[in-house]
């Protein structure tokens, strides 16, 4: 802070001197750190720039030169008479599918009882319930109502029955047993084991509404199909076991043709995503290290890692394919500006002539070359992966140079603050230097003045 009195003896040594010799040096001495500073801070700024554009570019790499990218399947099904959905990693294959017969579920009903409420037996007993050879014992006393045995029957054979009461007209209500699964196996039998099953609400024994006097309303049957003219026999629609990796569920009767292949738009989406990171990488790369000083230098452009960094990802298209191809042979090109772009078109055609050496050479795997012979490759995309990750990977040469970054960054603030402490000790001894010079000319100059009145005085009254 000022002497808020500097100056007033003499307005000589004034703290306005004193505020301009220290400007002085602080432009000398602490204005060039604190642009260091500045610099170092916008080189931080930059390497979170990179950073992030590394990231994205690893990641877009991982995805696609993951072997589930190239196993994963689409189907495509004409017709309405099936639904199929593959498996990754499943045959690609063509087939034809006819349905001639649709499995179904047995569904019996019971005989007429004029309320849910009715009371269907006289004592406490047990009927059996048989389906698909399995047996279920449903428990009944003298207060079981048909809404009871229902209930009962749903909650002791869940998995294999469905029980329901429908209201056919007023006072007629049937209970209906239907087999959850479908097919000729599922025969539904039931059996009054005690005797007291009542048909007149719970008045006497022996009713048989719910035993003999079950009608089947609808037999269960099993799906008849063909596969390639191949007659085919299964209790359910839903077919797992026909070809390995296929779900399909037979809809109607009818004939379906049905296309297995590898699913293109994700791999295409996968490709394109990865060639958008690394023209973004190398866009900001180049700017960053550009040393042309007439379109703008790059903050970069005099650090040798990062631009031996740029060079490297820039090299690397033409490199990788450990010699069993070039990026070129798969539609891949970098222009003069080193712009990626692929033909998609070529791309689809390597697929279509082999989409397995296409999954080898991208993600790794056996490669089958022209002569029949075979190689073992990693794939190219791992190799970019490992290329780019000697820069990006925890503590490698990017962690390394930013944390370079920060270092310099604290030793240009102590040595500011070192600066700056220097000087505020050098003005405190000045401003109490310049008060006590101040002090003094204040005192020579009252001294003078005296003398002037007095010598003034002494020449007016020789005058006088």
């Known amino acids: 802070m000022g002497i808020s009195s500097l100056g007033v003896g003499s307005s000589i040594l004034t703290q306005d001197v004193l505020d301009q010799l220290r400007e002085a040096d602080e432009a000398g001495q602490v204005t060039p750190i604190t642009l260091s500073i500045a610099n170092e801070g916008d080189k931080k700024d930059a390497m979170d720039i990179i950073d992030a554009n590394m990231k994205n570019l690893i990641d877009s790499i991982s995805e696609v030169k993951s072997q589930s990218l190239y196993d994963e399947r689409e189907t495509e099904v004409s017709g309405t008479a099936v639904e199929v959905s593959a498996d990754a990693n499943t045959d690609i294959q063509d087939f034809t599918l006819s349905v001639t017969v649709l499995a179904t579920k047995q569904i019996e009903e019971s005989g007429a009882f004029s309320s849910e409420d009715d009371l269907i037996a006289t004592a406490a007993g047990v009927m059996n319930l048989n389906i698909d050879g399995q047996d279920f014992e449903i428990p009944y006393d003298e207060t079981t109502t048909l809404k009871a045995l229902k209930a009962s029957i749903n909650e002791i054979a869940d998995d294999k029955i469905d029980a329901t009461i429908v209201q056919i007209n007023s006072g007629e209500f049937r ?17 009054d084991t005690s005797g007291f099953l009542s048909d007149d609400g719970g008045t006497s024994s022996g009713g048989t509404k719910l035993t003999t006097d079950m009608t089947a309303i609808q037999a269960g049957v099993d799906a008849e199909f063909t596969f390639n003219g191949q007659d085919i026999v299964r209790t359910s629609n839903n077919v797992d076991d026909l070809i390995t990796g296929l779900d399909i569920s037979l809809k109607e009767v009818g004939t379906s043709v049905v296309s297995v292949s590898q699913n293109r738009d ?38 040798s890692i990062i631009k031996n960094m740029k ?154």
Do not use: C, H, W
């Open 175 to 191: 209970l209906f047993i239907s087999s959850v699964d479908t097919g000729t196996t599922q025969d539904i039998t039931m059996t």
């Open 266 to 303: 994700n791999i295409i989406e996968k490709i394109d995503s990865f060639i958008e990171k690394y023209n973004s990488a190398i866009s900001e790369l180049d700017k960053m290290t550009k040393s042309s000083v007439g379109s703008g230098r790059g903050i970069f452009s005099g650090e």
């Open 311 to 464: 060079n490297t990802i820039s090299d690397m298209f033409a490199f990788v394919g450990e010699g069993v191809g070039t990026m070129n042979d798969y539609g891949f090109d970098i222009d003069k500006d080193g712009v990626m772009t692929v033909d998609k078109v070529a791309l689809n055609e390597a697929m279509d002539n082999d989409s397995n050496n296409v999954e080898a050479f991208f993600s790794g795997g056996t490669f089958t070359n022209s002569d029949e012979t075979t190689t073992e490759v990693s794939g190219v995309f791992t190799e970019m992966s490992v290329i780019i990750e000697e820069y990006t990977n925890y503590n490698a040469t990017l962690d390394q140079f930013s944390t370079s970054i920060d270092e310099k960054i604290t030793t240009l603030e102590d040595r500011k603050t070192t600066a700056i402490e220097r000087l505020d000790s050098k003005y405190e001894i000045l401003k109490k230097q310049f008060a006590a010079y101040d002090a003094m000319i204040s005192k020579f100059n009252t001294a003078s003045s005296m003398f002037v009145q007095m010598a003034n005085a002494q020449i007016a009254a020789q005058n006088s």
